[in-house]
């Protein structure tokens, strides 16, 4: 456990100066009129001598802030500004633009602040001055449509006769525009062929494009399949549903994003096993993740589907998400994907019919040989009840192990954590999460007090056999220690 340090709270110096200055700002020196305006503007030279990141902090949390006039801003906005975040965004801000001939991030909107009023035009000035941006997040700013998308790209003569604006951003790489419901098919068509050096476009129509865009070849006789340089592509449960999803759509899709490094699909009822064909030949994927909305029924399967996918693919991958079955193997994840630094595994069945039975979840296949996930750093399950201790062990295995999750899992047991403890497991563990691990007790809390392992952080939560008492006295145990960690938890409630 970490040794506690004499003094508990330290304020680096950046959150020190970052704070300085804006109560200086908002307290010191309160702005209500023109007049005060032009006071703190006369003062703000030796601001701009400050570090670019900790102005580029201090720029973003007055924009927020409602008491500050936006005018008493603009003189700390200079063009070396490199990244920075508008939101929520005001009209008042279109006078920033010329200034932002360097910005190379620009955060509009967020999922935190919805119907952003951020427009057409504010994509026109972004194209016309943010010739270097790489990262774009407009995503929930319902009134953008395409035309703002051809603003930011198109530099021909045509466009700028028809819409205005000089579109210079063509060295965009990230491009969020989820929720932007104005956008359509004809937009994202836009975004994907004139942004040559995009690997991010977060769009509910992403897919459905890529899908048609893999047809044109074949309908109008094309030679060339197109092919776009996206590493992360997100496939909605909207964009999977009929009259959009048909069979084979994923293998026609992916062929047009050789470089993808990861993949995010919603099943859905209408895909089977063999869709999943398709993920096979991306020689590039690193992660993956499947998952479902909850009372949606699933063809899909695990042994099935994904098993025969990690067989193939799973020595390469190195995130693991699968958040969508009853019935998982956790030995064919164990041996064919031994680089996983993060695995979720959370089962999955319709609550409204009866859970499938113990025997048939988490089936475990004896073998000689023994697998180990020696590159894990986080581990996170969900409802697990049957999870054998040899499995248990070999989760638990790796030297890297960070962080721990553990919800709804009566499987997890005292002798789990002994055991693991035992045998050297979690020398690098900081943060370990029990929800609702009925099974586990004081003698299993017990076993991780030991100054072998660097935990800073404990939450125990509707765990029923552990008692307010039993952590109150591991406390008291083990007080002359000076550990420092933290310890949040609650106790089970019984009726």
Known sequence: MPIARSDDIVKSLYNLSVNSVINCITNVHPVHNQKSVTKINKNHSPLLQLPLDILEEIVHTLFQNRKVMKEAIFHLVTSEFQSLKLHPYNEAYSKFFPNFTKLQV?????????????????????????????????QYCYTVSDVGIRWLCSSSVDNQEDYGGTGKCKSLEVLKVQ???????????????????????????????LVELAQMPVNQKVPNVPKFPLSVLQ????????????????????????????????????MTDSDLLG????KMLR??????????EIEVTFDGGVAPLLIVIGSSLTYLMI??????NFSTIIEYCPNLSYLTVCRHWNPIGPPPKLKQLFRTESRKE????????????????????????????????????IRHCDALTDDVFQNATKSGRFQNLEILNLISCNSIT?????????????????CTYNCENLTREDLNHLKIKYQDKKWAFTWHCNVMVLM
């Open 106 to 138: 620009l955060q509009i909107s967020d999922a935190f602040t919805t119907n952003s009023i951020a427009d057409d035009n504010c994509l026109k000035l972004i194209g016309t001055y943010c010739e270097h941006l790489r990262v774009l997040d407009i």
């Open 287 to 296: 992660e993956l993740v499947f998952y479902r909305e909850k009372e949606v």
């Open 442 to 458: 004081y003698q299993g809390m017990d076993a991780l007090m030991t100054d072998a392992n660097p935990l800073r952080l404990i």
């Open 323 to 328: 958040s969508c079955f009853s019935v998982v």
């Open 370 to 405: 023994k697998f180990i996930l020696s590159q894990l750093k986080m581990l996170h399950l969900e409802y697990h009840s049957t999870i054998s201790s040899d499995i248990w062990l070999c989760l638990l295995s790796s030297p890297l192990l960070n962080h721990i999750c």
């Open 235 to 270: 496939v909605f449960d909207q964009q999977l549903k009929v009259p959009y999803f048909t069979i084979g759509s994923i293998g026609k899709a992916l062929p047009l994003c050789p470089s993808l490094v990861r993949l995010d699909i919603r099943l859905v009822k209408e």
């Open 179 to 209: 929720n932007c419901y104005n956008v359509t098919k004809k937009g994202i068509q836009i975004a994907l062929e004139n942004f040559p050096l995009l690997k991010v476009l977060h769009h509910e129509f992403t897919f459905d494009v």
């Open 279 to 282: 993920i096979i030949n991306l």
